[in-house]
């Protein structure tokens, strides 16, 4: 008998499990019973490179229970962007199809950021946190902002346009693919009488896809700090 067969393939039985628990669940058939594909074509994306098309699906409940799951297909797989939200998205491919922002709204005047990565061919969460909270915990890391109270509600993270271009318009000369520019905005509860609204006003940040560090470039750096101070007068 042929003992080394018999320790080996138990090996690979367990490896293959392994490998299974580690890739994204794909699905021949999408969402489940319930969700129906929207017909609102600003809600269907599609990649530069063609090969992938999101789907956007709502399972309508009550007022306050409507979901939404988004499912990108590459060819005959089927694969869900995690999470589930209560609201349809937008979304902003770079421009070699190999990243995706997924630009949520939350609520009213609200929105969070999702970023995914291509891996095995198929797009996953790229982040175990939300790529806006890891814009807010570094807004609130910086010396010049870490004693900046903390805003009350419309709190929003923004894409800002050019993903596909590396930003081209505001006159940089970026590696393509590279860079993401997160706009970070909100408001306070209680402000001043003379005041009809205050808060942030648009604190800008560069995330690095390579290393998955933020930094702040110094083009930045006299609206950031007037985003700081930003206010609406009676």
């Given at each position: 008998?042929?003992?080394?067969?018999?320790?080996?393939?138990?090996?690979?039985?367990?490896?293959?499990?392994?490998?299974l628990a580690a890739s994204p669940a794909l699905?021949?058939?999408?969402?489940p019973p319930g969700f129906v594909l929207t017909d609102n074509a600003d809600l269907a994306f599609t990649s530069p490179d063609g090969a992938t098309k999101l789907e956007q699906y709502m399972?309508?409940?009550?007022?306050?229970?409507?979901?939404?799951?988004v499912w990108a297909r590459h060819g005959?797989?089927?694969?869900?962007?995690?999470?589930?939200?209560?609201?349809?998205?937008?979304?902003?491919?770079?421009n070699d199809s190999?990243?995706?922002?997924r630009m949520q709204k939350t609520g009213s005047g609200e929105q969070d950021l999702f970023l995914y990565h291509v891996e095995n061919g198929v797009f996953v969460n790229a982040t175990k946190k939300s790529l806006s909270d890891l814009a807010w915990s570094y807004f609130y890391s910086r010396p010049e902002t870490k004693k900046f109270t903390k805003l009350d509600f419309?709190?929003?993270?923004?894409?800002?346009?050019?993903?596909?271009?590396?930003?081209?318009?505001?006159?940089?000369?970026?590696?393509?693919?590279?860079?993401?520019?997160?706009s970070l905005a909100g408001e306070y509860d209680n402000h001043p009488k003379r005041v009809a609204r205050k808060?942030?006003?648009?604190?800008?940040?560069?995330?690095?896809?390579?290393t998955g560090k933020f930094d702040v470039p110094t083009m930045f750096a006299k609206e950031n700090a007037e985003a700081l101070k930003w206010?609406?007068?009676?």
């Open positions: 008998m042929n003992t080394f067969r018999l320790a080996y393939r138990p090996a690979i039985a367990l490896a293959f499990a392994i490998s699905s021949a058939s999408g969402p399972k309508d409940g009550d007022l306050f229970d409507v979901k939404w799951q005959e797989q089927m694969t869900e962007l995690k999470p589930e939200q209560g609201f349809g998205a937008g979304f902003r491919f770079t190999q990243w995706l922002v419309h709190i929003t993270a923004n894409l800002m346009k050019g993903t596909e271009e590396a930003y081209r318009w505001l006159g940089v000369d970026w590696p393509d693919n590279r860079y993401l520019v997160i808060g942030l006003g648009g604190w800008q940040c560069r995330y690095d896809l390579k206010e609406v007068r009676r």
